[in-house]
C-alpha cells in the first residue's frame, strides 16, 4: 500500500534499524523492488529522481505505475513514492501527480533561503498528509546535474531545519553520491552524532549508500540514520548481470533476443542486491 514515510521512519528510529530507499528508473526496477519487499515482509520507499521522472515521461506516468503495480502484484507492506533532491517545482509536481513523500532540496541556498523554501514545503506537504525530507550540507558526487563538494552539515543549521517539521533530515557528513573514491575519508561521526543530538528524534537520511562498508552503515543507524538511500549499486548489479547474459551469447540461443528474457538477469541482481541491503539495514520483517 503506497502510504507516507513517516510512520514507517518513526518505527525505525525507535527500532534502530533502517528503511532503504531504493531509486527506480523503469518498470523492471520497480517490479524487483517491490517483489524484494513483499518477500522479505520489509518496508520500502521508492526513490525517483527529477531526471529518472522525466525518463519515465513525466510525474503522473510514474505515480500511475507504481500504484498499479502494488495492486496488481497485491503488495501489502508499507510503500512510500519518494521523490529524490526534489526542486521546489519539482515538488509541486510530484505532490500534484499523487507522490506520497517529498524530498525539497534546498541545500545548495544559503540556509535563511533553505529555511524560508523548507517552510513552505512543510506546509505544503502537511496540508496532503505527505512525508517531507530536508537536507542541510551537500552530498558529494553528482546526480541529475547536481553536483555536490560533500560538505559537512552544521548541526545548529540542522536544528533549524528539523524544527520547522520536517519528517526526515539528509545531512551531509562525507558521504558522496556514485562509487567511492579510493581516497574516500570515511563517514565523518563525530559531525553525526553532533547532527543526531541537536535533532532529538528526528529519522536522519544516508545519502550516497553504495559502498560504504558494513560497519559504517551499522554505526550510522545507531548514531540516528533511519532511511539509506541506494541507487547506484543496483545500476551496477542490472549492468554486470546484463552484459554477463550477452557476453556469453544467451541472446542469441533461440529468443534470448526478447526484451522479457534479456532483462531478466538485471531484474534478478536487483532483487538480490536489494534483499542483501535490506537485511544489513534489519529491515526485514518490519512492515
Known sequence: MLVSAKEMLTKARAGHYAVG???????????????????????????????AAKYMTGYKTVAAMVKAMIEELNITVPVALHLDHGSYEGALKAMEAGFSSIMFDGSHYPIDENIAKTKEMVRLTSEKGLSLEAEVG????????????????????????????????????????????????GLNFEALEKINQATGEMPLVLHGGTGIPEDMIKKAISLGVSKINVNTECQLAFQEATRKYIEEGKDLQGKGFDPRKLLNPGFEAIKATVKEKMELFGSINKA
Open 138 to 185: 551537500s552530498i558529494g558526487g553528482e546526480e541529475d546535474g547536481v553536483v555536490g563538494a560533500g560538505e559537512i552539515a552544521d548541526p545548529n543549521e540542522c536544528k533549524a531545519i528539523a524544527d520547522l517539521g520536517v519528517t526526515m533530515l539528509a545531512a551531509g557528513i562525507g558521504n558522496i553520491h556514485g562509487k567511492y573514491p579510493e581516497n574516500w575519508q
Open 21 to 51: 530507499q531504493f531509486n527506480i528508473n523503469n518498470l523492471e526496477w520497480t517490479k524487483a523492488i517491490l517483489l524484494t519487499a513483499q518477500e522479505n515482509n520489509s518496508p520500502v520507499i521508492l526513490g525517483v529522481s527529477e531526471g
